[in-house]
């Protein structure tokens, strides 16, 4: 997730530090790349690039760069692989006005076409650029500054913050839509951040800009404007007492439930991003003549492929063989040839597993794309092209925000197979936050009374047969209890001699295939097992289950998708009732680069 900062003062100093430490602080976001920029007197030194924020201000002496206001920015790549020329900041055509962005200008590609038509100098395809020629478009048209940012404003759609200075000029300008922004008030200073932790250190001091207001910063106040009618809106000072960690996992007690929370967010942001996205329609034609297809991953990403195999079947009437990327070595590569066409989904695009399926693949000429979280990474360089997931930094080890991202794409993917209409999904992030909201205080008594069980079981069928075995996974990675995912119908044919008094069975209805579920409970039930049913109100299922945690309404799809936030719910609860971190779990590592 890209982070910018912007600082002004009152007169020429050295702002390399303060812009070098505001960097590191926002590097918990994720990055690829960063960038600064100082104005002063007319000038704009700009220096940037590819690589970690100490690499880089040594690189180019940031730590020397002095002016009257800066900006710095972290990019993580969305629009455009990470290189010198899409790293941030960006200037304008003639070099006399410089900003910098965090978040998706889903219309980045239109506009770019648009701005080099109107004799703009576009260098790079970056959506970051895009913002600053469009002030620059109604600069050029003779309008003020205020009124052309909120006619860009109108222009750019997406959500994202932005800080733009002009050289000739002592003030910094930034405005926002869906994504997070904060102003700090200092002694002598003002700044502007995505968020709180970049500028604590700085000061306490802060105003929360709302989306659709302009912020003008001065050295020594800040003015808060309506992009509707450029009025002055009076947004009151706050003092923020809260601890930095506090600030940083922003108010959750640990970043796996800042990141459960982040989900409808993502979601959102992943849909303006598939809707803009021209490579979409490539991959589905591309999938629509293939001979078979093929979705490839290992761990939750895998688990993730499962549900799309299943969505692919369901909506699209196409077979999907979803493959852990290991046995994709032995069992299919020698089949496949240029007819075929895989998918490789991946967080991190670094898991070795995956990346020596790819190379099998590869060299058997079959067509790779990617499903990556982190642009830039080897995944994302080595396939056909990738689709991004959106998700921003995922620090917690237990993937949560980029597997509900993933379900999406793919359940994006198999509506376009189908010819549906993707509007249809808009929905999810509603219902993500109203599944949150249903589900948590009951998840947290379950889970206090299941919690000294060390064995359990977790079961769905069709779509939640996947949702099952992630949330067994889930379960198994922070609780270090054994938790086993099974085709629900599969129970009976062994697992069911373990079951015993109070022994607790998951079972997760999408709604398609309630008698079943039933059969399953009923036949764990007499036998003395607790079960926990996850799916909408059906009274059947409420008869019959000792615990219902309810779903909102939703397409059977959707249904199994939001059922797997109860279970990463109830592992998160149970492994801090257990003592432990759900963050950095023993002996596991966000990103497995070895056999
Ligand atoms: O980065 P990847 O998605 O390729 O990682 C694959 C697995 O290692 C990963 O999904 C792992 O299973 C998760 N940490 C589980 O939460």
Not at 186 to 206: A, H, K, M, N, Y
Not at 369 to 395: D, H, M, Q, R
Not at 510 to 531: C, F, H, Q, W, Y
Request: charge should be negative; include cysteine; glycine fraction near 8%.
């Amino acid at each position: 997730m890209c982070g910018i900062f912007g600082y002004v003062t009152n007169k020429e100093e050295a702002l390399g530090p303060i812009l070098i430490e505001a960097a590191e602080r926002l590097t918990y976001r994720g990055y690829d790349s960063v960038g600064a920029a100082t104005l002063n007197n007319g000038n704009i030194d700009l220096r940037k690039d590819v690589g970690k924020v100490d690499a880089v201000a040594a690189k180019y002496n940031i730590a020397e760069m002095r002016g009257q206001r800066g900006i710095t920015q972290l990019r993580w790549a969305t629009f455009g692989e990470p290189s010198q020329v899409n790293s941030q900041p960006h200037i304008d055509s003639d070099g006399d006005m410089v900003g910098a962005h965090n978040g998706n200008v889903v219309n980045n590609v239109e506009l770019r076409e648009q701005f080099i038509a109107e004799g703009m100098t576009v260098r790079s395809q970056n959506d970051g650029e895009t913002c600053v020629h469009a002030v620059e478009r109604y600069i050029n048209r003779g309008y003020e500054f205020i009124d052309a940012i909120r006619l860009a404003y109108g222009d750019l759609e997406g959500d994202y913050a932005f800080v733009i200075g002009r050289a000739n000029d002592d003030k910094l300008y930034a405005f926002k839509k869906g994504s997070g922004m904060v102003v700090g008030l200092g002694e002598g200073f003002t700044c502007v951040s995505s968020d709180l932790p970049s500028i604590l250190p700085l000061t306490r001091e802060v105003i929360r800009p709302q989306d659709g207001e302009i912020v003008t910063l001065w050295a020594d106040k800040v003015e808060v404007r309506s992009v509707k009618d450029g009025k002055l809106i009076d947004r009151k000072q706050e003092t923020v007492t809260e601890s930095m960690d506090a600030v940083q996992k922003g108010g959750y007690p640990h970043f796996m439930l800042k990141e459960i929370h982040e989900q409808s967010q993502v979601a959102r942001e992943l849909s303006h991003v598939l809707n803009g996205n021209k490579e979409v329609d490539v991959l589905v034609e591309k999938m629509k003549q293939a001979r078979h297809l093929y979705f490839i991953g290992c761990g939750t990403s895998y688990h993730a492929a499962s549900v799309g195999a299943v969505y692919f079947a369901q909506l699209a009437g196409r077979a999907v063989i979803p493959v852990l990327a290991p046995q994709f070595v032995p069992q299919y590569a020698p089949t496949v040839n240029h007819e075929d066409v895989g998918i490789f989904v991946s967080q991190s695009g670094e898991t070795k597993d995956v990346l020596n399926a790819l190379e099998a693949a590869e060299a058997r000429g079959m067509a790779c794309f990617g499903l990556a979280n982190v642009v830039g990474s080897t995944l994302t360089k080595a396939t056909s092209f990738s689709l991004p997931l959106c998700c921003g930094y995922e620090i917690s080890v237990p993937a949560t925000k980029t597997f509900t991202n993933q379900v999406v794409t793919f359940l994006y993917l198999a509506y376009k197979m189908a010819g549906l209409d993707t509007r249809e999904l808009d929905i999810i992030p509603d219902l993500m936050n109203k599944t949150l909201e249903m589900v948590a205080p009951q998840v947290e008594a379950i889970a206090k009374d299941i919690n000294d069980w060390n064995d359990m079981y977790c079961l769905g069928y069709g779509a939640t047969y996947p949702i099952a075995l992630e949330g067994a996974l889930k379960l198994k990675e922070i609780t270090y209890a054994h938790c086993e995912g099974m085709l629900s119908t599969e129970f009976k044919h062994g697992p069911l001699s373990a079951v015993s008094k109070g022994f607790p069975i998951i079972f997760v209805s999408d709604g398609s295939a309630v008698p079943l579920i039933i059969s399953g409970i009923n036949e764990v039930k007499v036998r003395g097992a607790r079960t926990i049913v996850i799916g909408e109100e059906d009274a059947r299922l409420r008869a019959n289950g000792d615990d219902l945690i309810v779903l909102p309404k939703s397409d059977p799809q959707i249904a199994a998708l939001l059922g797997v936030l109860p279970l990463q719910l109830l592992s998160y609860h149970m492994s801090v009732m257990r003592g432990f971190d759900p963050d950095f779990p023993r002996n596991l590592s966000k990103t497995l680069t070895v056999d």
